[in-house]
């Protein structure tokens, strides 16, 4: 069974950064795209950023140029560093494949920005 496993969320004011981690286990990891999703209160879960097993990524136009998606096949992680961040970024945070997410979620990392 596929165990995601987020962390690094926080609370930072607008303009800082963050770093994310989401440790995977159970999958082949190297052969999977992987991507971030996020949710906001009241609203749908979005797919913000995505990686593919060869290192392709792709973002949402809300977060082009301020986030940058990176995976570590070796040691199975795949990151989301933010930077330049906006209220508007205020979600928690899940990792999973893009698209078609593997059956379970994490229990996501709270991001919150501050004005």
Do not use: H
């Not at 004011?13 to 990891?29: E, I, K, M, W």
């Not at 973002?59 to 989301?80: C, E, H, M």
């Amino acid at each position: 069974q596929v165990q995601l496993v987020e962390s690094g969320g926080g609370l930072v004011q607008a303009g800082g950064s963050l770093r994310l981690s989401c440790a995977v286990s159970g999958s082949t990891f190297s052969a999977d795209a992987m991507g971030w999703y996020r949710q906001a209160p009241g609203q749908q879960r979005e797919l913000v950023a995505r990686i593919g097993w060869s290192g392709t990524t792709n973002y949402a136009d809300s977060v082009k140029g301020r986030f940058t998606i990176s995976r570590d096949n070796v040691k199975k992680t795949v990151y989301l560093q933010m930077n330049n961040l906006k209220p508007e970024d205020t979600a928690v945070y899940y990792c999973n494949r893009p698209y078609v997410p593997f059956g379970s979620w994490g229990q996501g990392t709270q991001v919150t920005v501050s004005s």
